[in-house]
């Protein structure tokens, strides 16, 4: 019945009763209590706009990079409203190499609409928390439990995991049955009385003990109970049926530089990087045709005598749907360019102001200053 998934035992979803889900929650709650010792700085956190912050940082992103991102952040805006005022180059440059910019932009724009139009005050019931740009249920629940104690249970891939193994799932956590599934479990097994730390508990042990690699079960709390340990298939779950194909993308940068300046721009376009700076930017359809894209160029910058310098290597960003490869050009040009206005020449040592692609970041950093690369 389950060859498609190939997981060789039956599913006991439906065979799990009342007593089974109290012995989870206890167990789970008694290894918070006596064993669970991993500490971060938003941890026991009651501050709506702390929590949410943390939670934006850390989506797509490990606790180890995001950590001193979050600290930055709290830093410069220690309010809501703080970073409500906060000019968006300043925000987006200490966002700066934490990659997915669409969440830095929701940040910025949920954070005026709390401080402008909810005179600052963070929404404190779930319902309302979710209709905030880029906020989810997994980040609604979160905040609305860890700063008001309501009872919504947070469902990330810490949680999808502990619940698959313990109860032996083979559902995808992919698919719309599985969401559904897995948020019911959760609901299910949520302390009502007490979700913080419930909801704490159970992300820590996915990350710390039940984790995708390596788990801990010689260890495990809950190893007497596990029906993936009990079967030998902890490394199966959970299931994921889709595979994700990642598309390919080429990017020329030319470096064009007059005098003391060097052309850049904003990316404005409903794309990659939004609202993040870049050189003049040819994309060729396919791996490095550079005589098409040579032929671009000369037909962008028109009658301006254009001086080749040096070609860098090519440069590699991988994103979740997609990989970006980059090469540089730089040239040098004697007249300032007429038609070109979504570009500004802007001084060379005003670059390290502006907030860059990491792809941009990985070709400065092959050298020790700017200087030396220009």
Same mark, same amino acid.
């Given at each position: 019945?389950?060859?498609?998934?190939?997981?060789?035992?039956?599913?006991? #979803?439906?065979?799990?009763?009342?007593?089974?889900?109290?012995?989870?929650?206890?167990?789970?709650?008694? /290894?918070?209590?006596?064993?669970?010792?991993?500490?971060?700085?938003?941890?026991?956190?009651?501050?709506?706009?702390?929590?949410?912050?943390?939670?934006?940082?850390?989506?797509?992103?490990?606790?180890?990079?995001?950590?001193?991102?979050?600290?930055?952040?709290?830093?410069?805006?220690?309010?809501?409203?703080?970073?409500?005022?906060?000019?968006?180059?300043?925000?987006?440059?200490? /966002?700066?190499?934490?990659?997915? #910019?669409?969440?830095?932009?929701?940040?910025?724009?949920?954070?005026?609409?709390?401080?402008?139009?909810?005179?600052?005050?963070?929404?404190?019931?779930?319902?309302?928390?979710?209709?905030?740009?880029?906020?989810?249920?997994?980040?609604?629940?979160?905040?609305?439990?860890?700063?008001?104690?309501?009872?919504?249970?947070?469902?990330?891939?810490?949680?999808?995991?502990?619940?698959?193994?313990?109860?032996?799932?083979?559902?995808?956590?992919?698919?719309?049955?599985?969401?559904?599934? #897995?948020?019911?479990?959760a609901d299910v097994l949520l302390d009502q009385e007490n979700p913080a730390v419930y909801n704490q508990a159970i992300m820590d042990f996915g990350a710390t003990v039940c984790k995708p690699q390596l788990p801990l079960c010689n260890e495990c709390f809950l190893r007497n109970d596990c029906q993936a340990l009990a079967l030998n298939v902890v490394k199966s779950l959970p299931v994921k049926e889709k595979t994700l194909l990642k598309k390919q993308r080429f990017f020329h940068y030319f470096i064009l530089q007059y005098e003391d300046g060097v052309y850049i721009h904003k990316r404005t376009d409903k794309d990659i990087w939004e609202n993040l700076y870049e050189f003049i930017l040819l994309e060729s359809p396919v791996e490095y045709d550079l005589t098409q894209v040579k032929n671009q160029f000369a037909a962008l910058i028109q009658h301006n005598v254009a001086e080749p310098l040096w070609s860098s290597k090519v440069f590699k960003q991988t994103l979740t749907h997609l990989t970006v490869y980059g090469q540089f050009h730089r040239y040098k040009i004697n007249e300032p360019l007429k038609d070109l206005s979504a570009y500004e020449c802007v001084s060379l040592d005003r670059l390290t102001v502006y907030p860059w692609p990491k792809l941009i970041q990985q070709f400065f950093q092959e050298k020790a200053t700017l200087a030396q690369l220009f």
């Open positions: 019945m389950f060859d498609h998934y190939k997981v060789p035992y039956p599913l006991v #979803y439906n065979n799990i009763n009342s007593a089974e889900f109290f012995s989870f929650t206890a167990d789970l709650l008694r /290894w918070n209590e006596l064993k669970n010792d991993r500490s971060m700085p938003w941890k026991g956190e009651k501050d709506p706009y702390k929590i949410w912050l943390s939670e934006i940082i850390l989506q797509q992103t490990r606790v180890e990079q995001g950590l001193s991102y979050y600290e930055k952040f709290v830093h410069h805006f220690p309010t809501i409203t703080d970073l409500a005022n906060a000019d968006d180059e300043k925000v987006f440059k200490l /966002w700066e190499g934490l990659g997915y #910019y669409s969440r830095c932009k929701n940040l910025l724009a949920t954070a005026r609409i709390i401080a402008y139009e909810k005179q600052g005050v963070f929404p404190d019931k779930y319902k309302d928390i979710i209709q905030l740009k880029g906020i989810g249920p997994y980040t609604a629940a979160a905040i609305a439990s860890f700063a008001f104690n309501e009872p919504h249970a947070v469902v990330d891939g810490n949680v999808q995991r502990v619940i698959s193994r313990y109860f032996g799932i083979n559902t995808p956590i992919d698919t719309t049955e599985g969401k559904k599934m #897995y948020q019911q479990l």
